[in-house]
């Protein structure tokens, strides 16, 4: 499966936390892109593929239920701390389950944004993955 959970440093001082992610070390790839989604209990954004870009995703608070298909296998990853990242590589398709409202999710990618990069079509990503 081309996506996967990673540990992210996580510092704890009298309960505040610092989480650090540096360029080709938690994150696996020169960064291009940085965005984060805030979103409500219930909500599923992505469902789509990408191409080329590769990309990390932390949850910043809340959680998040990410579904990854490659084509072969189908995983579900659970983000509910800074500390834990899930790298996407290209060729996944994926969409996020938010389970709390005002959960935010960053995500780092290896691209700018690309509008040809992405499959929004099911059908198109099985045939893509071919």
Request: aromatic share 12%; glycine share 6%; charged share 30%.
């Amino acid at each position: 499966m081309p996506a996967k959970i990673i540990n992210v440093p996580f510092h704890i001082d009298d309960g505040n936390y610092l989480v650090v992610l540096e360029e080709k070390k938690e994150i696996p790839f020169v960064l291009s892109r940085v965005f984060f989604v805030k979103a409500g209990k219930g909500i599923v954004r992505g469902k789509h593929a990408h191409k080329k870009c590769s990309q990390l995703m932390t949850c910043v608070s809340g959680s998040v239920e990410i579904f990854c298909d490659d084509g072969v296998k189908k995983k579900t990853f659970f983000l509910d701390n800074p500390s834990i990242g899930l790298i996407i590589k290209p060729g996944v398709w994926a969409q996020q389950l938010y389970l709390q409202d005002d959960t935010v999710l960053s995500v780092f990618c290896d691209r700018p944004f690309e509008k040809e990069d992405y499959i929004h079509d099911y059908d198109e990503f099985k045939l893509f993955i071919e």
